[in-house]
């Protein structure tokens, strides 16, 4: 049996090192900062080696100049067909600068530059552009806490990786700012809102409540057909070009209400036609 192979990488402060200890976690055999030129030579090393099945090498800029023959080590590895996936954690500039503020820890570039800290993450940034552009999952972890970070992982890789494209549903306020690993954002604020309804106001979308007043209008109904026929011929399409992961959004006021009723019913409706689906509320317990 050939071993399964996940790079993670991607902006430090994004949450890599909580990333391979949730695959640990899970019988992943894990190995950070490893330079990419010695990546094919353990994976040779697993292949003869049977009792490693799944390997996780975390990678990010603080190989130097190593680093920047990951994606070239990549094109080579999937031109010799090996099971190799990359996972980008991401988050917004801001995020990453609080996070280090918060630590009291610095950027790897940060010395670098002059001990700048908005250099170093523009810096690094740039360098990972190349990564980003080809990493067959992403994961904006900048409204994630820990434990939702994990969970985010864990539901990538706690089943047997396969060729089939993971899709995730998920409702936000957009208050709160739209999700940043979004392909496809949909905007529901112009539905009828049951914040302003004193018996629906505590609910969300979970309840039926809420989900039978959102639906009962003729622009929600036309909205959802509309959309059904739109995603039914995407995802084909995002599958046959060899798409990992979809994400799906849908944003309200709060995150509460429109958006989780239509996140739930998206959700439903494709788990039903056998894609592997995974809802997710961002902001539901906000406010």
Sequence with gaps: MKAEFIIITGMSGAGRSSA??????????????????????????CDEESEIEKVAFGCDVRSGEMFLTLVDTLTLLKQKDVNVKVLFMDAPDEVIKRRYKETRRLPPLYEAVGDNLDKAIWIEREALAPIAEIADYTIDTGSLKTSALKEAVLN????????????????????????????????????????????????????????????????????ERKLNDLIDFLIPRYIAEGKSQLVIAFGCTGGKHRSVTFTERLSKRLSDKDYRVIPFHRDIGKG
């Design 156 to 223: 990538l890789f706690l089943d047997k990786i396969s060729d089939s494209m993971l899709i995730k549903c998920t409702s936000f306020g957009f208050k709160y700012g739209i999700p940043g690993d979004a392909d496809l954002v949909f905007d529901v604020r112009f539905l009828t809102n049951p914040f302003y309804i004193p018996e629906l106001k505590a609910k969300n979308g979970l309840t039926c409540e809420v989900r039978n007043f959102v639906m009962k209008s003729d622009d929600a109904k036309e909205l």
């Design 20 to 45: 391979i200890n949730a695959l640990e976690d899970i019988g992943y055999f894990c190995i950070d900062n490893m330079p990419p030129q010695l990546m094919e030579k353990f994976m040779q090393l």
